[in-house]
Structure formats: structure tokens, C-alpha cells
């Protein structure tokens, strides 16, 4: 497939509008209130966490993706997560949508809403609602609207995340773009923090929603900043139609073409997020080849990238690989030890450092060059069949415990 | 049951010599040899690592507890780990035991074998077989030589770890010592780290195996420093009856009696694990109470304290109670959010935090005093049955990454 990327994010596809605004949430003088809004009715589908401490907003969205008809708008804020705020929480929830349904003279059930950051504490719902009628006002149909919806949703996100492609289908030009934010508990089950994508693809809210659930798997849920399952993960997707294609009802070649497009947008925004990772200094990806079976792959690679031990090597630019193992180990997948060869690569080089069931005789010089780039690679070659799986994580630093150590105040 | 504590570790009980010296196996002047040793031939049971990659000693010992008749004696050795070290590894502990077994005049499958350290690297043989020898002449059936072995096994712990007791048990006097070590790579599966346990009862080799499986699924499974299962995890206990005792064969109230010596000890042990964690600045507890299964209790409390989000805010002082509802959320266990009470407590006091679905209006004054002891425990009430756990970690620190950023330096 020819997949072209493109400048721009949420607003990249045709029919797509956003805005973000300073509200005064938690702190002052920041972005922290973004919205996307399409007047075009859109399908939506959505992925949402596992925790069973579910946040009001994902409760609100999950009846909305499930139940609701068409969706034309999102309401998110960061600096409160609106978790663990019992009854009021939903009621705060629903206010929000009513004055977003009010403002844009759509039903309440057609605006999803998402919240993050801290947990427990009840939103100013004087300022959001006032919120809420801002953004309405200063919504556009721009790329810059976009980026600034995409700055909106960051907490201690160091860098905003949004990304946009192109691609023909049949005739019709497609566009998907995306963004979104992480960068502390982060180790999503069923989809990630807060993730928002918009597509001018015509698709039935059926087999959009099966092309989410589908990529989220190996997306998604192969990164992990902390190993803690955030309860407000969210990731939705609107299609609105506008592109003219054939509308998508079966998993026939369009579809997957938009799955192959989707693979590629959410891939970058994973990755993305796990090298934004709170404190972090690299991107720390986990490669396993020739495993026997998918589901092996991917739980090896992600053990591998979520220990904390072989995260503070990666900072340390320590090629520890005995912690590798020892990770893969107590996955619970199954491989041989003494059949297997591991490397480390990265934009300096690539070394093997393993073989046979032991350590081959390579130089630690040149293994800490490999291991000083901003993005670094171990390569698990199980040497058994053809299935492989990639998961990304990041380093373990000072910063992430100076972070989390004070995160409230 | 009357159980006394007494001064002493792993020679505390009648008839156990041991000896700690400095063998530079991998550093100057440090002790990293250590021997527990028996005269009388003792029956021994383990629990090792469920990590699929198993180190030499550990596959030697498994060996010996399972097959072989009498035990006589443990050598360890701190600073390299012996694992990820194909057949020459295996050989060195070989070597190792039949270097023992001459010196002792008692058969090579009546040596235990443990190591700790870093991974991947082999063992320097000759000053291990030096070694071996040098502890053989300087062995003593004295507290002392205990203590010297307790500090002999440690290696990035900050402190040695042993305790003894005494209980009566039909007029003979029983006395169970021990010593173990952490401090990284500590969420043991099936045991921890390094624990050796030895006692003067007379007991079947069947029984003290049951005692010691059953045990440790209720204190060295429930810590966990960094969620690192390691490759060497084993915990050996020996029993030589010289305390005279009537043999226990069957779980009689002999038995139970042991059980409660048991307990009591290895929960002393993993506590302290714990609490010395790698860079810890306090021991981490959390007790759910009022459960209404044992393992939902497990399941709960283990995912707390093994939060990276939530060690750090300990480490902060910081009640960020929303982190411990989240990781109770992903643990896979049920309960009720909104029917809960969330408590933080320690020598300075105990303070409601969380109750009927939110939080209560409490003074964050107060509770950042509470979380500023080097002991606190977070009390989990479900208010649905009888059952209870407590899991024990460590908070999450920079001195954590520092250590493990460049452990093998």
C-alpha cells in the first residue's frame, strides 16, 4: 500500500474541527480543555480500560460507543482524571455533555468526553462548562487547531503527539489522523490513556469498531511506561464519511487497507508515548523473532520491556543482559535458553551478546555506544518458527521517582 | 503457643556451625563466602524459583532436596549469581560441592549450593575451591560465626538479616533459626532470594517440605521489591532433631506448633527483605481485611505494594490514595469501590482516607506525618467476609535506579 504521511493531526481529515483552551482545571495559564468536533454525523468505536476502577468518563463513553447512534463531538480536559469521584463524578460527567450538546446543537449522547490526570479529585464544573462554551466558540477547521487540541490533553507529557496519513481507496483519498498522550501509568489493557482518532473513511460503526479492537493488540497494549493500568484509558476513533469511498461493511481489500493504515498511525503514536514515558531518557524497544507462536512473542517482549531492573540498565547504558533473560523467564511463555541469540541495536550499530546459552565474547565499549542512542533495541532471535512481536517501553530514571514521588502538589 | 525470640541465626539451634569469609569472588575484602554446616546428617526441604531460566545452583539443588538422602551442609557465595552459564557453570557447582563434600568427609549429594550476584558471568573456580576450604577450618558452632555467614551472603543489602526461636514442644526444647538476604530482583515465586532456614526438631523430610511449601505462600511469595522474579530464588530449610523431640511424621499438633515457629520466622525474614529493598527508604505494607477469599486478599494487597506509582508517592510522603485504588483495580481480583474503607496507618497514627466511593475530608497535613515513618502500611477493609493477606514491599527511590543503573560496575 502507498501510505503518505502527512503534516497535521485530529484535523487532517476532511470534515474535522478542534480547539484548545486554557481553562484554569488544575493550574493556571496552561492548555488543559481540547475538543474535536465534526458536524457530519460520525460512527465512532472506542477501546477502554480493563481496571475495574473505571473513571465517570469512561463509563459515560463505553454507553455512548455502545448504545449511542452518532457521535459529533469530544470533550476532554487534563489536570483531573475524575476518577474515583463516586456519584457526583457521573453527574459532573453528564453536565459536561449536556453544555457541549447545548453549544453545538447536538443530542447529549452524541459527545464522548475524557478526563486525565489526578484521581479523586471532583472537577470545577463552574469552569468546565465555561469551558466547554470557549471551545465551542473557537473551534476551526485547521491544522493548528488540531496541534493545539493535541497540547491541550498533555499532563506530564513532555512533547504533544499527533500524526496524520493518506492514503487512495478506489478512487477516494482517505485521510486518518491522531493524537494522543501519556506518560505515567501507562500499561494499557485494552487500549491506552487517552487517544483520539479521525477519519474521513466511510465504515460501518461495526467493522470500525472490529478494526480498533483488532490493532489495539498489538499497538497499545504493547507499551507499558510503569506497569500500572490507568483507570481512564481511552482510545476512540470517528469516522465521518466525507472521503466518498465505498462504505466499508465487510473484511473485504478496503477494509484491510484501513487496517494497514490504522497499524501505521497507531504504531507511531504508541511509540511515541512510550519514549515520552515520564522521566524517560530513550525509547526502549523489545523485539522477539522466530517464536513458535504470536501470543508467545508478544508476552516475552512485553515481560522484557516492563522490568524495572533492565529499564534502569537501559538508563545506565549498561548492557545487562542477564536481566533480559531473567525477564523472559519469569513471563511465563515458554523458549530455550540455550538456543536463542539476543542483540542489542540502535542508530550506532547493532552487536549479538548472547548464543548458545551463554554470553559470546563481545566488547562492553561497544555495547554502551549501541545502548547511548535516544532509542535502543533488544533483538530476541528464538530461532523456532516465524511469528514475531515488537512492544515498547522506556529507561527507569530519577526523574520518573521525582515525578510520581510529588505528582500531587 | 508460647515462641520466644533469642539472639543468634542460623546456628542458634542445636548442633548447626557456620562461617562467613572473604574469598574476592568478586570484590576485595568483603565477605562472600558463607557455610551452614551439620554434623548430624539433617533432612532438608526447598522452594526455588519458578523463573524458567534456573541457575546452576538452583538446578543442583533441586537435585539434592528431591533425591538425595541426608544433608550436611550449604555454600554460598555472593557477588556472581551462576546463572545464564551453560555446562561449565553447571560443572563449577560440581566442583564446588565435591571440594565440600572432601573437606567434610561426607558424600558430594549432601551439599547445597546457592550463589547471588550478577548474572551471566562464570564463576572464578580456584578461590572458590580455596574458599570452600578456607570456611571448612574456620567453621564454629557459634552465634557468632552465625552472623558472619548472615553478613557473608549479602549484596546490595544494607543490612544482614537473621533471627532465631524457641518453643516447647512436649518437654524438649525446639529451636528454628535463620538468615536470608535480598535486596533486587525480589518478587519471589515460589520463595525468595536467598533463605536458609535450620532447627534442631525432628521432623519426616515429607512434613518439613509441606511446612516450608505452605508457608511461603503467605510471606516470601507476598514481597516484592521490583517485580523481578529472579533465576535464583531458593529457600532451604535443614532439621537434624538433635533437640529430641518425638519425630513428627504427620500434621499432628506438633506439626501445627512448628507451622506457627515457622511462620513467625519467615515473615520476620521477608519483612525485612522488604524493607531493605534496594534504595528503600521504608518498608511498604498493605493489609486487606475482611476479604471474602484468601486469594482475592493475596491478589490486592501484592498488587499494591508492587505499584511503581504508588512506591513512589511513599517515598513522597504523598497520600495519593486514587494510585492504590487503580492498582487494586487492575489486579484481576473483585470488590466494591463504593463499599470500601481505605486507611494509612504507622507508629505515628491511623487515618480514613477513603470511604463509600470517595474520599473523606481529611487533613493531608496528617496524613503525609503518617507516610513519614520508615514502616507504613496502607489497611485495605472490603466489609464483605473474614478473610485477610498482607504483602510486604519497599518504596520506590532515585537511590533504586542509581543502584541499578550500573550494578555491574
Redesign the interface.
Known amino acids: 500500500m502507498k501510505l503518505k504521511e502527512k503534516t497535521g493531526g485530529v484535523t487532517a481529515a476532511k470534515g474535522f474541527w478542534a480547539a484548545g483552551i486554557e481553562a484554569a482545571i488544575k493550574y493556571q495559564n496552561r492548555l488543559d480543555m481540547a475538543m474535536i468536533y465534526s458536524e457530519i454525523p460520525c460512527v465512532a468505536a472506542g477501546v477502554f480500560t480493563?481496571?475495574?476502577?473505571?473513571a465517570a468518563p469512561v463509563l459515560w463513553d463505553k454507553e455512548v460507543v455502545e448504545n449511542g447512534e452518532a457521535v459529533h463531538a469530544v470533550i476532554v480536559n487534563s489536570g483531573i482524571?475524575n476518577?474515583?469521584?463516586?456519584?457526583?463524578g457521573l453527574d459532573y460527567c453528564k453536565r459536561t455533555a449536556t453544555a457541549a450538546a447545548d453549544a453545538l446543537s447536538v443530542k447529549e449522547n452524541a459527545v464522548l468526553i475524557a478526563s486525565t490526570g489526578?484521581?479523586?479529585m471532583q472537577l470545577p464544573i463552574d469552569r468546565i462548562v465555561a469551558g466547554v462554551e470557549q471551545l465551542v466558540k473557537s473551534k476551526e477547521e485547521t491544522l493548528a487547531a488540531g496541534s493545539l487540541a493535541a497540547r491541550a490533553i498533555m499532563t506530564t507529557d513532555t512533547v504533544s503527539k499527533e500524526i496524520a496519513v493518506e492514503f487512495e481507496l478506489e478512487g477516494a483519498t482517505i485521510t486518518l489522523g491522531g493524537m494522543c498522550k501519556g506518560s505515567?501509568?501507562i500499561?494499557p489493557?485494552m487500549c491506552t490513556m487517552l487517544g483520539f482518532l479521525t477519519t474521513d473513511l466511510a465504515i460501518s460503526k461495526e467493522m470500525l469498531q472490529q478494526a480498533l479492537s483488532e490493532n489495539v493488540v498489538d499497538t497499545f497494549n504493547m507499551i507499558s511506561v510503569?506497569?500500572?493500568?490507568?483507570?481512564n484509558d481511552t482510545l476512540v476513533i470517528m469516522a465521518n464519511g466525507s472521503a466518498g469511498n465505498e462504505m466499508i461493511t465487510e473484511k473485504n481489500d478496503a477494509y484491510l487497507l484501513f487496517l494497514q493504515a490504522l497499524n501505521y498511525v497507531n504504531t507511531w503514536l504508541a511509540k511515541k508515548m512510550a519514549g515520552d514515558g515520564e522521566g524517560a531518557t530513550a525509547l526502549f524497544e523489545t523485539k522477539v523473532i522466530h517464536a513458535d507462536k504470536k501470543e508467545q512473542a508478544r508476552v516475552l517482549a512485553k515481560s522484557v520491556i516492563?522490568?524495572?531492573?533492565t529499564k534502569?540498565?537501559i538508563?545506565?547504558h549498561?548492557a545487562?543482559?542477564?536481566?533480559i533473560?531473567?525477564?523472559?523467564?519469569?513471563?511465563g511463555a515458554?523458549?530455550n535458553?540455550?538456543c536463542m541469540e539476543l542483540f542489542f541495536e540502535s542508530r550506532a550499530g547493532k552487536i549479538l551478546i548472547?548464543q548458545?546459552?551463554?554470553?559470546v565474547d563481545y566488547s562492553e565499549e561497544e555495547a554502551t555506544r549501541v545502548l547511548s542512542e535516544n532509542e535502543v533495541t533488544v533483538v530476541v532471535d528464538l530461532k523456532q518458527g516465524n511469528e514475531e512481536a515488537a512492544a515498547w517501553g522506556c529507561d527507569?530514571?530519577?526523574d520518573?521517582?521525582?515525578?510520581?514521588?510529588?505528582?500531587?502538589?
Open positions: 480493563s481496571n475495574l476502577v473505571k482524571a476518577a474515583c469521584t463516586g456519584e457526583q489526578v484521581i479523586g505515567g501509568m500499561h489493557n510503569d506497569g500500572d493500568t490507568s483507570t516492563c522490568s524495572s531492573l534502569a540498565a538508563f545506565g549498561d545487562n543482559w542477564g536481566r533473560l531473567c525477564a523472559m523467564g519469569y513471563s515458554q523458549f535458553p540455550d548472547y548458545n546459552g551463554k554470553a527507569l530514571t530519577y520518573y521517582v521525582k515525578i510520581n514521588a510529588d505528582y500531587r502538589s
